[in-house]
């Protein structure tokens, strides 16, 4: 029974740890559109000041987009073929787990002895076991938005949308920037359009 109730605390933990560290992704794209016309791209910088993260993070993700366009074959230019701007949004998001689990408790109560004789009624201490208390903790969620602009006619012809959770040390906010972008970058060109 022991081995049965540790291997269930130890599936729900891994469940918990894994969804919180999960990155999910949505793209989008005009299908009117022949991706296959695009070769050369340049940041948008009036779109990418907006963004309200600080000019480290906004470097970094910049280097990854630009690390996985240049993996893709494309070139950076200065007379680009599409733009390349972003959006992030985060939200705080309380997490509240209950750890309650046990049998019984301290009490009065009880059928015989010790103050009854055998078979009467009698009041005596009852006993149990428990344990009892919620865990809260905070993270920040992220949104990252990779807007792919046509250069000459200013319209979108490609969004990705990746929203997981932030990490605060640098170490581990690099790595989950390059797995957002990574993520959304799988996506480009759409198979789809090509």
Do not use: H
Request: glycine share 12%.
């Amino acid at each position: 029974m022991k081995l049965v109730t540790n291997s269930i605390k130890l599936l729900v933990l891994v469940l918990l740890v894994s969804s919180c560290n999960s990155v999910r992704v949505v793209t989008d794209y005009d299908s009117q559109v022949a991706f296959d016309d695009y070769k050369t791209f340049a940041f948008y910088k009036p779109g990418i000041d907006q963004a309200e993260i600080s000019d480290l993070d906004k470097r970094r993700i910049l280097k990854a987009i630009e690390t996985e366009l240049l993996a893709k074959g494309f070139t950076k230019s200065t007379n680009p073929d599409m733009l390349v701007s972003i959006f992030t949004k985060a939200s705080t998001r309380v997490n509240v787990y209950n750890n309650a689990w046990g049998y019984g408790g301290w009490g009065w109560g009880g059928w015989g002895y010790p103050y009854g004789y055998y078979g009467g009624w009698g009041w005596g201490p009852g006993w149990g076991w428990g344990y009892g208390g919620s865990t809260v903790s905070t993270s920040v969620e992220g949104t990252l938005f990779i807007d792919l602009i046509d250069y000459n006619n200013k319209q979108l012809i490609w969004q990705g949308t990746a929203k997981g959770d932030l990490p605060q040390r640098r170490d581990k906010k690099e790595t989950k920037i390059k797995e957002f972008v990574n993520r959304m970058m799988l996506d480009f060109p759409p198979q789809e359009a090509q």
